[in-house]
C-alpha cells in the first residue's frame, strides 16, 4: 500500500463506487468530496441492497464499518445515522452511507446492517440507545449504555433530565 | 468393616441445566466495571453477553455544550490509560475541519508524546495481564517502568494521568531542558527491561498453556466485527493506521508493524511486545530529527468549525480511535460520535469466549485489553 | 496502682494535658525493681484498650478498591512500587466481605449507583469509605448530566473526601493517614451489631437487581 497517494487513490475508489451506484441504486444521491470520502444517501427501503453492494464490490470492497452514529436534526424532524466505512486492509476506499428517518418515536426506525456487517451490533444499540431509533432485523435490540429503568433518550435535542434531587446521605441516616 | 452393595437409583428427575454465572461489575479482573453474565455448562461457556454502561458519563452530551478548546480535557477522560493518543484523535480531527496548518514541531512532538503513550498503555497491560492470569510480579514491575513516563508527561504537561497536552493548533509548550536526555536514558534502559519480562512471562509455561490456541479469532471474523489494533494484527490482517493513513509526522518514520497469525491470546501478546519495541524505535528516530520552530498556531479564541461532517481516526495502543464530528458552523459541535475500539471489541468476545472455560474469559478479557472509560464514555 | 511512674508530681515527665491517654511503652524505670515485667522489657506498652484497639485497627486497614475510572489508575499506582501503600498496612482485597474501607474512586452513574451501595452493607462493620477524586466527591467534571450521581456520598456516607482529577499518589496517602487518624478515635462501644447483621443479609439476598 502506499500511504503517499492514498487522496488520490480515494479519488479513483470513490468514482469508480460513485459510478456503480449511479448504475445499480437510482434512489441514492451521492457526493464525492475533495477528500475522496463518498457521500451516499439512501432512502430506508434501500439501505439494505446498496450495503450489500458496497460490501460486495470490486476490487475495494468495504468491508469494515467503522461507525455507526445517529444525528438528531432537530429543525427538519429528522434523525440521520450515518454508517461510516472503509476498506482493509487497503483503506482506499471511504464511504460514509446516510438514512434518514423521522424524529418521532413510533416512527422512528431503519434496517438493521447486522446481516451485512455484524460490527453493526452493539453500535445500532447505541444509536437505539441514545435516540430511539429501532433497527428492523437486528438481533438483540435492547439499551446498552444505560439502564434499563432509564426514561428517554438522551442525545436527543429536547431531552430533559427529569430526575429528582440527591440530596446527601449522612452515617445517622443511612438507610441499608 | 462390613461391605454394603446397595445402590440408591439416580432419581428419575435428576437433569443437567446451565448455570449463570455472574462476572462483575466489581471483579478484580474485568479491567473496571464490566459485567459480563456468562452461561456455563460445568467448565464449558455455552453463551457470553457483556453488560456495560456502569461507567456512562454522558461525554457525547456534554460535547454538544462545551466549546471546542473546552473539549480537550474531556477527552482525557475517555481512554484514561492513553490520554495522549485520545487528545492526538480529536485535536487531529477538529483541525482537519477546520483548516488549521501546525507547526512541523509540534507534529514531531505529537508524534513522541502519542508513542511514549503506547509504552505505557502496553505497559500497564502487561501488569493487568499478569495479574489477571494470577503472577502479581508484573504489574509491580511494569508499573515501575511506566513510571519513568510518568515522570517525562509530568515534565512537559504537569500532570499525572490527564494531560491536556495537545491543543487545537500544536501542543501546549515545548519540551523542557533535560527532557531529551532523560527520554533517551529512559530509552536505553527499556529494551533490557523488555527481553526481562519476556524471559520471564512469555516463555513462562503456565502462560503458554492458559494463551495458546485460547480465544481464536480469524482474520475474516477479525474484518467482519470491526477489530482494529493489536486485535486485527494478531488475527493475521496487515494494517496499521500510523503506517497506511498517516497522521501527525508518522509518514516521515520506519516502524515495524508486527503481525501474528492465529490470532489467540499468546499472538495479541507477542504483537503488543512487538510494537513496545517499535515505539522505542520511533521515539529514537523522532529524537534525532526534531525539527525546530514553533509549537503552537494562534488559533481564533472564538473558534467556529465550518458547516460539514468529518470522520477522523488514529491508532491507538487498543485500535483505531475514530472521532465523527458534525458542525453547524457554531463554537460547539453539533453532534460528536468518539468510536471506541473497545466497545467495538467487547462484541466479539463471545466468539472468542465460546466454547472455552470459564478461566479464559479473563485471559480474553486481558488480551483484549479493554478500558471502561471508552466503552462507556 | 503499681505500674506506671505518676505524671508531673516531681518526676521527670511532663504533665500531659487532661483527657488525652496514649500508649506509653514502659522501660526500666517506669516498672519496679521486683516485677516480673521486668524480664519481658523492652516489649511492653501500656494503654487505654480503646487506643489499642484503635492502633491495631487503623495500622492495618484494608481496602476493597472500587476502581470506577481513572481514579483507579493512580490508585493502583499508589499501590505499586514507588508509592507503597503496603507500607502502611493496606492492601487490596477484593472482597467487600474482607475489607475495611473502600475507595470509591471514579464517577458513580445511575446504574453503578445501586450496585455501590449493595457492596457497602455487605462490608463488615466497622467501615469506611474515602472518595477519592473530584466525581466521587460531587460528580467532577460531569456533574450535572442525566446519568451521573454528584458524588458519592448521596448514595453512601462518606467519611474522606479526596478532591483532585485525578488526585496524585502522595495525596492519597494523605487521605489514607486522615483516615488513620479517624480511625484512631473510634469508641469501644459497639456498633448495635444485630442491626448490622440484619442490613447486611437483607442486602444479600436483594441481589443485584437495581
Known amino acids: 500500500m502506499n500511504a503517499t497517494n492514498l487522496p488520490a487513490r480515494r479519488m479513483v475508489a470513490g468514482e469508480a463506487l460513485q459510478n456503480l451506484l449511479a448504475s445499480r441504486v437510482p434512489s441514492a444521491r451521492t457526493t464525492l468530496r475533495p477528500d475522496g470520502e463518498l457521500e451516499v444517501r439512501v432512502p430506508a427501503t434501500a439501505l439494505v441492497a446498496t450495503a450489500r453492494l458496497l460490501a460486495a464490490a470490486e476490487p475495494l470492497a468495504l468491508n469494515y464499518l467503522s461507525c455507526v452514529s445517529g444525528v438528531d436534526w432537530l429543525e427538519r424532524g429528522r434523525i440521520e445515522v450515518v454508517y461510516t466505512l472503509h476498506s482493509m486492509p487497503d483503506p482506499a476506499a471511504k464511504v460514509s452511507l446516510r438514512v434518514e428517518t423521522d424524529r418521532e418515536l413510533s416512527l422512528a426506525g431503519v434496517p438493521s446492517l447486522t446481516s451485512v456487517w455484524p460490527t453493526a451490533g452493539y453500535q445500532e444499540r447505541e444509536v437505539f440507545d441514545l435516540f430511539g431509533v429501532k433497527f428492523e432485523g437486528h438481533p438483540d435490540l435492547r439499551r446498552i449504555l444505560l439502564g434499563e429503568s432509564f426514561v428517554g433518550h438522551p442525545l436527543r435535542k429536547d431531552f430533559l433530565d427529569q430526575r429528582p434531587p440527591h440530596r446527601r446521605v449522612t452515617r445517622e441516616d443511612y438507610q441499608p | 468393616m462390613t461391605e454394603t452393595t446397595e445402590f440408591r437409583p439416580v432419581p428419575s428427575d435428576l437433569g443437567e441445566h446451565e448455570l449463570l454465572v455472574n462476572m462483575g461489575p466489581s471483579h478484580p479482573s474485568t479491567h473496571g466495571v464490566l459485567r459480563v453474565v456468562l452461561r456455563v455448562d460445568g467448565e464449558k461457556i455455552v453463551g457470553t453477553e457483556p453488560d456495560v454502561g456502569f461507567l456512562h458519563r454522558c461525554f457525547e452530551k456534554m460535547c454538544e455544550g462545551w466549546t471546542y478548546p473546552q473539549i480537550v480535557p474531556l477527552t482525557d477522560r475517555t481512554d484514561y490509560l492513553s490520554p495522549m493518543t485520545c487528545e492526538l484523535a480529536y485535536v487531529t480531527a477538529v483541525e482537519k475541519m477546520a483548516g488549521i496548518e501546525v507547526p512541523e514541531r509540534a507534529h514531531w512532538l505529537r508524534v513522541i508524546m502519542a508513542e511514549l503513550q503506547r509504552i505505557a498503555s502496553h505497559l500497564v497491560w502487561f501488569g493487568s495481564l499478569g495479574n489477571d492470569l494470577g503472577a502479581t510480579s508484573p504489574f509491580i514491575y511494569a508499573l515501575r517502568e511506566r513510571e519513568h513516563v510518568m515522570d517525562l508527561f509530568e515534565a512537559v504537561s504537569g500532570a499525572r494521568l490527564t494531560y491536556s497536552y495537545m491543543r487545537l493548533g500544536g501542543v501546549r509548550q515545548d519540551l523542557v531542558p533535560g527532557f531529551a536526555d532523560k527520554a533517551r536514558a529512559f530509552l536505553k534502559l527499556m529494551p533490557g527491561r523488555i527481553r526481562e519480562y519476556e524471559n520471564l512471562f512469555m516463555k513462562n509455561a503456565i502462560f503458554l498453556a492458559r494463551s495458546k490456541g485460547v480465544g481464536k479469532f480469524s482474520a475474516q471474523q477479525a474484518i467482519a466485527y470491526g477489530a482494529s489494533g493489536p486485535v486485527l494484527r494478531a488475527s493475521g490482517v496487515d494494517f496499521d493506521l500510523r503506517r497506511d493513513e498517516p497522521y ?130 | 496502682m503499681g505500674v506506671g511512674r505518676r505524671r508531673g508530681r516531681g518526676n521527670k515527665l511532663p504533665r500531659r494535658p487532661k483527657g488525652v491517654r496514649l500508649v506509653e511503652k514502659l522501660d526500666s524505670h517506669s516498672v519496679p525493681e521486683k516485677s516480673p515485667l521486668r524480664k519481658v522489657l523492652p516489649g511492653v506498652f501500656m494503654g487505654p484498650v480503646r487506643q489499642l484497639f484503635n492502633w491495631g485497627r487503623r495500622n492495618s486497614l484494608w481496602y476493597m478498591t472500587f476502581g470506577l475510572a481513572c481514579c483507579a489508575i493512580e490508585m493502583m499506582a499508589a499501590a505499586a512500587a514507588r508509592w507503597d501503600f503496603d507500607r502502611f498496612g493496606s492492601f487490596f482485597r477484593a472482597s467487600p466481605r474482607q475489607a475495611d474501607f473502600m475507595f470509591i474512586s471514579g464517577t458513580v452513574n445511575e446504574k453503578m449507583a445501586s450496585r455501590i451501595k449493595l457492596l457497602y452493607d455487605q462490608m463488615a462493620e466497622p467501615k469506611w469509605i474515602l472518595a477519592m477524586g473530584a466525581c466521587a466527591c460531587t460528580g467532577g467534571p460531569f456533574t450535572g448530566t442525566y446519568n451521573v450521581v454528584p458524588g458519592i456520598d448521596k448514595v453512601i456516607p462518606v467519611d474522606v473526601y479526596l478532591p483532585g482529577c485525578p488526585p496524585r499518589p502522595e495525596a492519597l496517602i494523605d487521605a489514607l493517614l486522615q483516615l488513620q487518624k479517624l480511625v484512631g478515635q473510634e469508641g469501644l462501644r459497639a456498633v448495635p451489631r444485630a442491626a448490622a447483621e440484619r442490613a447486611a443479609e437483607r442486602a444479600a439476598e436483594r441481589g443485584t437487581t437495581p
Open chain 2, 248 to 377: 501527525a509526522a508518522y509518514a516521515r518514520f520506519k516502524f515495524d508493524v508486527p503481525l501474528g497469525s492465529h490470532g489467540d491470546v499468546y499472538d495479541r501478546a507477542v504483537c503488543r511486545f512487538g510494537e513496545l519495541r517499535a515505539s522505542l524505535d520511533i521515539i529514537g528516530q523522532a529524537l534525532d530529527g526534531l525539527p525546530g520552530g514553533d509549537v503552537l498556531v494562534k488559533v481564533p479564541k472564538v473558534l467556529k468549525l465550518p458547516e460539514g461532517d468529518a470522520y477522523s481516526r488514529v491508532e491507538s495502543p487498543r485500535g483505531e480511535v475514530g472521532l465523527y464530528i458534525v458542525s453547524d458552523g457554531g463554537t460547539s459541535p453539533y453532534r460528536l460520535k468518539w468510536r471506541a475500539p473497545s466497545f467495538v471489541h467487547l462484541e466479539s468476545l463471545a466468539l472468542m469466549c465460546d466454547g472455552y472455560m470459564v478461566a479464559d474469559v479473563v485471559a480474553n478479557i486481558a488480551a483484549l485489553d479493554i478500558v471502561l472509560g471508552e466503552v462507556d464514555r
